[in-house]
């Protein structure tokens, strides 16, 4: 390797690192204002308590402007590595140039700013210290480690992550006690975040083959809020292993991480401490067994076939050899003959098919040239014999699974981590697959619905591209997510109606707290009486707020009622002349009808308008007898034109969190096809709120509600995924709210389906066969 290439290699590991930073910024400043709010709901003496509840009103104020000063520093820096500019960013403390200047008091601000970087950096360094210690080994390697000396300013230091942080945070509005409050759950969200961009470029350095005898260790991380496990693949192949639900997202919302050493990370297999028993949730512990299981797995074949190294770093496919090749081709189209000569989308019997395939594996293993190839076809016949034994997979998908058989043996062959890691994605997409139909009741109209025409196409898709490997599955497993986002939207008949309500519902609510939120702005300083205000906060927002929905923000009813908004507040300032008086008179009587007819559009009852016409009554009276200022034309203007441009100034639904108490306000959106849980369950924990977050679409749970055990499946989650719906095989939706969802699991009242991903499970019984008679490996 030339030193051009070196230079060019180190270059990439930092773009990489800078790349992977920028990607997880959103994530960051999320997970770190759902870190002050679960603060702010602890215990604690009145003066930090007090300090808590000020964060939470403050911090979602500056969240878009302390990611944008982020984002900021970030791209400043990528630009400059591009250009082969200096980094810009100067780094703190014995990084700092020494520059001969006179002796001055350093201001206490300034101070404060960097010794709070200072502590940052420090905690960055000590959370990351086995992957910064492998880059900055890797580095060495191909001449550009990781320089801080001199005056130098370097990226990947932990210096110049943690003052952008904090300058963004200070810039964005915030101040040093802001952080202060907030410190543990700040540094250990930096930590994750650097830790993950610190993986990926480890990762492009491994894949270049530099310092391959390094491994990218099989760790997995413990969280203390957002109750989610990572791991890193063995020999640094595929990202981290999520729990079952856990998104793909690139920084996925995550918890604080408890240091365990020098690298807050703890060897894959180690007993738990009570400590971590603790704080972790089913799912991190099934994230764990999962891999435990895949390393079982490596022992017992590695004594047998000492060949049989799946943990090893892969710098290219395996070749397949041409004998093996030929007969996987054979068998392929003897399944599929088998399965296209049946009417219908695919009714043969998967016991048949499954006898087939285990007829075929001999002549599979005759063909095969090494004891890895013959060792492969065994384990891979044991996954799928379980698979295509599973009753609660429904026949006709049981099917399908089987043609994936020999796409898969492909894969195993050709890519020895198909046995390293959960998060292959021929693994993943088996698994999501099974989930999905893992709750499905048979019946007739089966082989008409989507979910399996989907599946079919899906398995039709792998046929066609045999030697595509990891690629093809990768591509429609993306593919298979983007269908269930609509899917139970507009295909599924037990859920579409149910989605639907539940969007309206999040809708408006969500206008409803965006209105209230920008009206209480708007009136602030206004001299308006206080039944006035109280009526716009509490009913016109919800007005505002269906109509919209129902409308749109910009059509001519929803202006309609804006301009009301502004008729009430005139109305209701002190009037002091005659005209001005008579003027209210004139105008009271359409106003108040106007303000009547949209209170019933939105299903105020008939006694509760009767209420607030009266209330607004008592408050326009007393404008004719108050004594505070008018309101002036340029004031009431202003008024008038803010809500005219409403839905241009609403705030982001990211800093909007929707509470218990909205929900409990839904009765009148609860009916046959829609149930909204407002009570029930135990108190969360962090973790279990962050379990809850990361359950997936189309999985299948048992639902203890309301004096009824019912099968119901995860079939809508909204922005945020602050609502989650799930929809029982009847139609029946049942609309949760974060926290309540996270409550229900707690409790044991909502409990998944499955244990463990099917293949894990398949992966499970071929273990224990092979425990039996590992000689079948060779045989």
């Not at 603060?39 to 930090?48: D, F, G, K, R």
């Not at 998104?247 to 007993?271: E, F, H, I, K, Y």
Request: proline share 5%; aromatic share 4%.
């Amino acid at each position: 390797m030339t030193v051009g290439s070196h230079r060019a290699l180190a270059l990439t590991a930092r773009v990489c690192f800078l790349e992977s930073l920028a990607k997880g910024v959103g994530a960051l400043v999320q997970a770190s204002l759902e870190g002050a709010r679960m603060l702010s709901l602890q215990s604690a003496e009145a003066t930090l308590r007090q300090r808590r509840q000020d964060l939470v009103l403050d911090l979602p104020r500056a969240t878009a402007a302390w990611q944008a000063e982020i984002d900021k520093r970030i791209h400043d820096a990528l630009r400059d590595l591009r250009t082969g500019r200096p980094v810009s960013l100067r780094p703190l403390g014995n990084g700092e140039p020494k520059i001969d200047i006179p002796l001055s008091l350093v201001d206490d601000s300034e101070m404060d700013r960097d010794l709070t970087a200072s502590r940052l950096s420090q905690a960055v360094s000590d959370l990351t210290g086995e992957e910064y210690t492998d880059l900055n080994a890797r580095l060495q390697a191909v001449g550009g480690q990781v320089d801080t000396a001199n005056g130098q300013v370097d990226v990947l230091g932990a210096q110049w992550l943690a003052k952008g942080v904090v300058e963004g945070w200070l810039a964005a509005g915030m101040t040093i006690a802001h952080w202060a409050t907030l410190q543990t759950v700040l540094q250990n969200e930096v930590s994750h975040w650097a830790q993950e961009a610190y993986h990926h470029a480890n990762r492009v350095l491994l894949d270049h083959g530099v310092r391959p005898e390094i491994d990218l260790r099989p760790f997995i991380k413990r969280t203390r809020d957002g109750g989610q496990a990572r791991a890193t693949a063995p020999g640094g192949l595929g990202g981290g292993i999520p729990h079952p639900g856990a998104s793909q997202r690139p920084g996925a919302a995550r918890g604080p991480t408890v240091p365990a050493g020098n690298s807050g990370l703890q060897p894959l297999g180690q007993a738990y401490d009570e400590t971590h028993m603790l704080t972790e949730t089913p799912g991190m512990r099934a994230s764990a067994q999962q891999q435990v299981v895949l390393s079982k797995l490596n022992q017992v074949v590695s004594r047998q076939v000492p060949g049989f190294a799946p943990t090893a770093p892969v710098q290219a496919p395996v070749a397949l050899s041409p004998s093996l090749g030929q007969a996987i081709a054979a068998v392929d189209q003897v399944v599929r003959r088998h399965a296209d000569d049946q009417p219908g989308l695919a009714v043969t019997s998967p016991a048949a098919l499954l006898q087939d395939l285990q007829q075929s594996k001999q002549a599979l293993k005759q063909a095969a040239s090494t004891p890895v190839e013959r060792a492969t076809i065994e384990i891979v016949a044991l996954l799928f014999q379980s698979i295509l034994q599973e009753e609660r997979l429904p026949a006709s998908i049981r099917v399908w699974f089987a043609r994936l058989q020999m796409p898969v043996l492909r894969v195993a062959v050709g890519e020895p981590d198909f046995f390293a890691t959960t998060s292959h994605p021929a693994r993943v997409l088996i698994d999501r697959m099974g989930a999905c139909v893992m709750g499905f009741v048979s019946g007739a109209q089966e082989h008409d619905d989507a979910l399996h025409r989907e599946i079919k196409r899906i398995v039709q898709v792998v046929e066609a591209y045999p030697d595509t490997g990891r690629r093809v599955f990768q591509t429609v497993l993306t593919e298979f997510e983007r269908f269930l986002e609509s899917y139970f939207r507009e295909h599924n008949e037990a859920s579409r109606k149910g989605v639907s309500l539940a969007q309206q519902v999040e809708q408006r609510e969500t206008y409803a707290i965006q209105y209230t939120i920008e009206l209480r702005k708007m009136l602030d300083g206004v001299p308006v009486h206080e039944g006035v205000r109280e009526f716009l906060f509490k009913v016109w927002a919800d007005v505002l707020a269906h109509n919209a929905v129902q409308t749109s923000q910009s059509s001519d009813e929803t202006r309609a009622l804006k301009k009301a908004a502004a008729d009430l507040i005139w109305s209701a300032s002190a009037k002091t002349s005659r005209e001005e008086r008579a003027d209210v008179l004139m105008r009271l009587p359409p106003l108040l009808k106007t303000v009547r007819e949209g209170m019933a559009r939105s299903g105020v009852a008939v006694d509760k308008q009767d209420e607030h016409i009266q209330s607004l009554n008592t408050a326009l009276a007393a404008a004719f007898s108050a004594r505070s200022a008018a309101l002036s034309a340029a004031h009431l203007k202003a008024v008038t034109d803010r809500l005219e441009s409403l839905s241009d100034v609403l705030p982001d639904i990211g800093d909007i969190e929707l509470d218990e108490q909205t929900l409990r306000d839904l009765s009148g959106h609860e009916s046959d096809n829609l149930e909204i849980v407002a009570e029930g369950g135990t108190m969360p924990t962090p973790a279990m709120l962050g379990w809850a977050r990361d359950l997936q679409v189309g999985a299948w749970f048992k639902l203890d509600y309301r004096g009824q055990t019912e099968s119901v499946q995860l079939a809508w989650q909204g922005l945020q995924k602050q609502l989650i719906l799930f929809v029982s095989p009847n139609g029946r939706g049942v609309l949760f709210q974060l926290h309540r969802l996270a409550a229900f699991l707690q409790a044991g009242l909502l409990v998944p389906v499955e244990d463990e991903p099917l293949t894990t499970r398949a992966t499970r019984e071929a273990l224990a066969k092979l425990d039996a008679d590992p000689a079948r490996l060779l045989s």
